[in-house]
């Protein structure tokens, strides 16, 4: 479960600069001898493909490792137990952590599924609490559990907190209308496009007569890559909605991983409106 939760987790991308950086001081790092054999400065390595998606898969297993081998040090040894009106979660192999948590403080739970969970039906809980006005104790925010089943998410919250123990996978009884797709499409698409368009320009008009290795027309083939985002865009919108029974209020929406928000209407601190330019 250690190395699932580390292969599926939202590491990847931190580490990913992590080892980045590493590159960038490897020649402080790796013995000169060895460093000096890649031939890091050398124009065929960018005009050699098999060479590149080489060292971009290279890089890539070595982050997904270290993110593994991170979020197993972390959440190693996790437990979680209720005592009375509180919960007490510890974790960690090198660093034991423990903190304390009063269920009555606890706001809102968020079920969070990553986007390579999804597919095997795993998820992970998290809380926001408030804080009191004892000794001036700030809001709170945390790790309920970091791996379990989504079928499994109701029976846990029922008996750590059974004000909050709902199905996460329920459908939304108000989806976001079918006006807004359009326009969840157009704002997950429209930075990529113009992105790629300037990295073109850059290249096309400024750049031509230092840079014979990528042309502006080599640059837009970056565009291909604009139905994903497209597709990312669909997917905010068709995981988009809420449901109310009772007075218990779900939220759901999408980042790149699926959030449901759990929460009760009477708990309910603060209600925003937001609005960009266009």
Do not use: C, N
Not at 103 to 132: H, M, N, T, Y
Not at 232 to 246: K, Q
């Amino acid at each position: 479960e250690l190395l699932a939760l580390g292969a599926t987790s939202g590491r990847v991308g931190p580490m990913a600069a992590a080892v980045g950086a590493l590159l960038q001081f490897g020649a402080d790092i790796l013995p000169q001898t060895w460093w000096d054999r890649v031939p890091w400065s050398e124009a065929e390595v960018l005009s050699s493909v098999s060479l590149v998606v080489t060292l971009l898969l290279t890089i890539a297993v070595l982050t997904w490792l270290v993110a593994i081998a991170s979020t197993a040090l972390t959440y190693g040894g996790f437990e979680l137990r209720r005592s009375g009106d509180q919960l007490l979660i510890q974790h960690g192999l090198l660093d034991r952590r423990r903190r304390t948590i009063p269920i009555a403080r606890i706001q809102a739970v968020v079920v969070g599924e990553q986007l390579l969970r999804q597919p095997f039906g795993k998820a992970d809980i998290r809380f926001e609490s408030a804080g009191g006005a004892y000794g001036g104790a700030d809001g709170d925010s945390g790790v309920l559990f970091p791996f379990l089943s989504l079928d499994e998410v109701a029976p846990l919250l029922r008996e750590v907190a059974p004000d909050f123990a709902a199905d996460p996978a329920a459908p939304m009884t108000t989806p976001l209308p079918a006006r807004a797709m359009r326009r969840y499409i157009t704002a997950a698409s429209i930075g990529w496009v113009l992105f790629v368009a300037t990295v073109a320009a850059l290249l096309g008009v400024w750049l031509h007569r230092w840079i014979d290795i990528v042309s502006w027309r080599e640059a837009l083939l970056f565009l291909l890559a604009t139905p994903l985002f497209a597709w990312l865009g669909w997917a905010r919108w068709r995981a988009g909605g809420w449901r109310v029974e009772g007075s218990m209020l779900m939220l759901r929406w999408r980042g790149v991983s699926r959030q449901t928000m759990i929460t009760r209407a009477t708990r309910i601190q603060l209600r925003q409106l937001t609005a960009d330019p266009l």
